[in-house]
């Protein structure tokens, strides 16, 4: 009896011990996925095409350990969208992006109603489909004079009254002096419009406010080709593939980076 009593304390130390173990793996493993997803949202912070890369590549490998992450389905939503919104700029569809961004932004939604980078996901997608009015009534439930969010503001401008936009983006600089979207923004308007000057007095602030994002030899490039100097929009063109290798650009436009 004395064994049989030893025998079963022995099976319940085992089992509680490795409970414990089990428990400990469980409370790490979801500290390193919270842990990756701060790191992926700081450095979609950055606003830079090449930081945007990184995160999503994050948030990817995020969702693979754990697909019901809310916080990295809605900022991933939030990434993919603006890529989307990035690339139709220059006349690029990028259905895989419009696609991934509406269908974590509708999931996250329907959990919470309320998620603010879902929503600017949204913001986005409905720009991207004509519906700038829609765009904008989401925008003004949520927005007041008070609002110190960067991205709202630049948001508001794009969908909001012509006549108010500077005063918007103004309200966004100076929330964000850094802000590289609306720098990049600026200058592609300028560049669709066919005024080089303007375009390249954008392009010139985001230089002096951000040198080394991968946007600045982008813009150049784009704006050499406009002005017919093939030289200098070939070398820019490669420095913007050498600062952003991973970029859907590149693998669309560079033959060397085609399969």
Do not use: C
Not at 216 to 233: C, G, H, S, T
Request: cysteine-free; proline content about 3%; glycine content about 2%.
């Amino acid at each position: 009896m004395g064994n049989q009593l030893l025998e079963v304390f022995g099976r319940f130390v085992i089992y509680s011990i490795l409970l414990l173990v089990v428990n400990f793996l469980s409370a790490a493993h979801a500290s390193n996925i919270d842990n990756d997803f701060k790191d992926a949202a700081l450095a979609f912070a950055k606003r830079d095409m090449v930081s945007t890369q990184k995160a999503i590549a994050m948030l990817e490998k995020v969702l693979e350990q754990k697909p019901d992450h809310l916080d990295s389905q809605a900022l991933i939503a939030y990434a993919y969208a603006h890529e989307a919104f990035v690339l139709s700029q220059i006349g690029e569809t990028a259905s895989d992006y419009q696609n991934s961004a509406d269908a974590f932004a509708k999931a996250v939604l329907a959990q919470q109603p309320q998620n603010t980078q879902a929503k600017k996901a949204t913001v986005f997608l409905l720009m991207m489909s004509g519906k700038s009015a829609d765009a904008r009534k989401l925008i003004e439930k949520d927005l007041t004079d008070k609002e110190t969010d960067a991205d709202a503001w630049y948001m508001y401008a794009l969908t909001g009254d012509v006549d108010k936009t500077v005063n918007h983006l103004n309200r966004a600089l100076s929330l964000n002096p850094d802000h590289v979207w609306i720098y990049t923004d600026m200058a592609f308007r300028a560049l669709k419009m066919g005024d080089a000057a303007v375009a390249e007095k954008w392009i010139k602030v985001l230089e002096a406010k951000r040198p080394a994002v991968s946007e600045v030899p982008l813009l150049y490039a784009i704006l050499a080709a406009q002005k017919n100097d093939k030289k200098r929009a070939q070398e820019q063109w490669a420095e913007f593939v050498r600062r952003s290798p991973d970029s859907p650009l590149v693998a669309k436009f560079s033959p060397t980076k085609k399969k």
